[in-house]
């Protein structure tokens, strides 16, 4: 029978864990009592059977299973794109706001050189060009017996406004408009537009000199009739 | 006896275990990927001796790493990552054990012999017994209390000391020093009583 005093302490004597100041007495007792020593030995057995526990390995089946298992419930990391595509689609929802804002009936466009506009039609430029360089014709808005209206959606005669508001382009907007610089560049999509659908021909105006080719973006939106074309020029941005 | 520091990944520098995690932190997955890679023993087998059972343990371990994933971002990088870890295991395996309460080891005499001819005999009644002690302590492990039982992996079995485990378990030392006492006298008990120290 141990002495039920020194039983709690020689558990933590046995692996180093009683506090020093209370270690002389255990073991001034320990040389005086042999069963607590039987004690301390049955404690230093079966910690060295814990110890098996610890020494136990690991398969490696078992750790690629946690790895297989951390991998396929992690959350997908963000994509990370390329600079240049951050700048095209920033640019791109930049003009797209602008394009449709302009294209709401409403809000009055803002003054766009002549050159840019251009219908089918023989009537003067009736619309908004820049609004009517981003509608497509509904079914409201059928052609009048007077034009001759193309029906490729991408054909200039998309290129009037979806009311018949009249327009005067040479009046300044007095809303909000877009910068000279954002409404050259929209004229220049116009531009691009009909040299796409090869309806110069149509055109009431000689055309700017042609741009070297690039890649021209059609946006469908919600609305059916609003279609954005946008752009790009060689170095990808706006 | 028992080793002084058990974690895999304390031969790490701080420098590069702190490059590992802000790049992890950044969304780079194979940063993420030698994290676990470098804390999955030490994760495994806490859940395995504080469980039981492997694949409840390599569920644990699985759980604890998403939480590390999740809060990656606030991890102070000025700490280590072991420690934190550990407490999430514990955490993660305290959990799962309301759940589901440890498995029933296989009692001794669940255990069958295995007769072992000739010469070749002493080595393989010696992994016998090495395994037959496995299984005794760790069911000794299992009858422990949920605390007790921590505090005996952690210190015992993974090598922290009390003022670690203590940190680990959000208790005092003087609490984790009673807590292993008692533990290691009730451990010797059974393992005593279901033979399962060799002398």
């Known amino acids: ?238 | 006896m028992t080793p002084t520091k058990g974690p895999q990944a304390s031969s790490d520098t701080a420098v590069e275990a702190t490059g590992w995690i802000r790049r992890a932190r950044a969304g780079d997955g194979e940063a993420f990927a030698v994290l676990v890679e470098r804390h999955e023993r030490m994760v495994l087998r806490t859940g395995l001796r504080l469980l039981g059972r492997l694949d409840l343990a390599q569920d644990a371990a699985q759980e604890t790493f998403l939480r590390l994933h999740r809060y990656l971002a606030r991890f102070d990088e000025s700490r280590e990552l072991g420690p934190w870890l550990y407490r999430v295991a514990v955490n993660v395996c305290r959990d799962m054990g309301r759940r589901q309460p440890p498995t029933r080891v296989l009692g001794l005499d669940e255990v069958r012999d295995v007769e072992s001819p000739g010469s070749e005999a002493a080595a393989l009644d010696e992994a016998v017994t090495l395994d037959r002690q496995r299984q005794v302590v760790q069911a000794a492990l299992l009858t422990l209390p949920p605390k007790e039982r921590e505090a005996i992996v952690l210190r015992d079995i993974e090598g922290l000391n009390t003022s670690e485990v203590a940190r680990i378990l959000g208790s005092s030392e003087g609490t984790v020093r009673s807590q292993i006492s008692t533990g290691r006298l009730k451990i010797k008990r059974y393992v005593e009583a279901h033979g399962g120290l060799r002398r």
């Open chain 1, 1 to 238: 029978m141990t002495c039920s005093r020194y039983e709690s302490e020689l558990a933590l004597y046995v692996e180093g864990d009683l506090p020093a100041s209370l270690v002389p007495d255990v073991e001034g007792h320990l040389e005086s009592c042999p069963e607590c020593r039987d004690l301390l030995a049955g404690l230093q057995a079966s910690q060295e059977a814990l110890g098996v526990l610890r020494e136990e390995p690991l398969s490696e089946e078992a750790l690629a299973i946690v790895r297989a298992l951390v991998a396929s419930a992690q959350p997908a990391q963000p994509v990370r794109f390329p600079r240049w595509r951050w700048a095209v689609a920033t640019g791109l929802t930049t003009v797209a706001a602008a394009a449709v804002w302009l294209a709401m009936p409403t809000v009055r466009a803002p003054r766009i050189p002549a050159a840019a506009v251009h219908t089918a039609s023989s009537q003067p430029a009736p619309a908004s060009p820049t609004a009517a360089a981003f509608a497509k014709p509904s079914g409201r808005e059928a052609a009048t017996p007077s034009q001759s209206t193309p029906t490729n959606e991408a054909s200039v005669s998309t290129i009037r406004a979806r009311k018949p508001v009249s327009h005067d382009v040479s009046r300044p907007s007095a809303t909000p408009s877009l910068s000279p610089e954002d409404a050259d560049q929209l004229a220049r999509a116009v531009v691009a537009i009909s040299r796409i659908t090869n309806v110069q021909d149509a055109l009431r105006e000689p055309l700017p000199p042609d741009p070297s080719p690039t890649p021209v973006v059609r946006l469908a939106t919600a609305d059916p009739d609003i279609v954005i074309y946008w752009r790009l020029d060689s170095n990808g941005g706006e």
